[in-house]
């Protein structure tokens, strides 16, 4: 049996929950400068002067509306972590969530967008060259008995890793190139596995 919000307070939160699914959706279709307040409160079933008051501008509603749950920290041993992406590609390329699909068509025109994916990039790029840092560090410690040095590109190889799984992404989801539109998430992450692999493991 279906449950209905009896407080206030419920039926605010069901509310603005519907508006953020509905708003999820026309940003993913259309992106940012294409959707209007007026569409989102006409899809929520609302008044426009509700979506202002519950979130004061069509940004703040953007911003809210592409919140994604954080990632789990990669795991530090080299074949956990290439697994943990590898998973984490796969995922995406079997059908990005809306509100990666509006951030990611939105980020290119809209410079709010360009900034908010940045620096969700940025931080991905920093917690992987943490893990690539400290699984290094383990590999030297055992083999040498000693402290390491540090590994300079940690976060160089880092970025390229993100930067390898943004692109199929891109291609596969947002471009729909020819090549790569029909060909299984499986397939896709078997063929890019040596590549991350390869920037894994620092360099000889």
Do not use: N, W
Not at 89 to 102: H, I, N, S
Not at 109 to 121: F, I, K, N, Q, Y
Request: charged share 20%.
């Amino acid at each position: 049996m279906t449950t209905h919000p009896t407080t206030r307070a419920d039926r605010r939160r069901a509310t603005e929950a519907r508006i953020l699914a509905c708003a999820r959706e026309l940003f993913a279709a259309k992106g940012f400068d294409r959707t209007t307040i007026r569409a989102v409160a006409a899809s929520a079933g609302v008044d426009p002067a509700l979506v202002m008051q519950y979130f004061g501008s069509k940004r703040e509603l953007f911003t809210r509306a592409v919140q994604a749950s954080p990632a789990p920290a990669p795991a530090a041993d080299g074949k956990a972590l290439l697994d943990h992406l590898l998973t984490g590609l796969g995922v995406k390329l079997g059908g990005l969530p809306d509100g990666a699909r509006a951030m990611l068509r939105s980020m290119l025109t809209d410079p709010a967008a360009a900034s908010h994916v940045r620096e969700g990039l940025d931080e991905q790029i920093a917690g992987i060259g943490r893990a690539l840092a400290a699984g290094a560090a383990g590999d030297e410690g055992h083999s040498h008995g000693q402290a390491p040095d540090p590994d300079p590109d940690a976060d160089l190889r880092a970025a390229l890793i993100v930067t390898t799984m943004v692109g199929a992404t891109l291609g596969h989801q947002l471009l729909g190139l020819s090549a790569l539109r029909d060909v299984p998430a499986d397939r896709i992450t078997a063929l890019l596995r040596p590549a991350l692999e390869a920037l894994v493991r620092p360099a000889g």
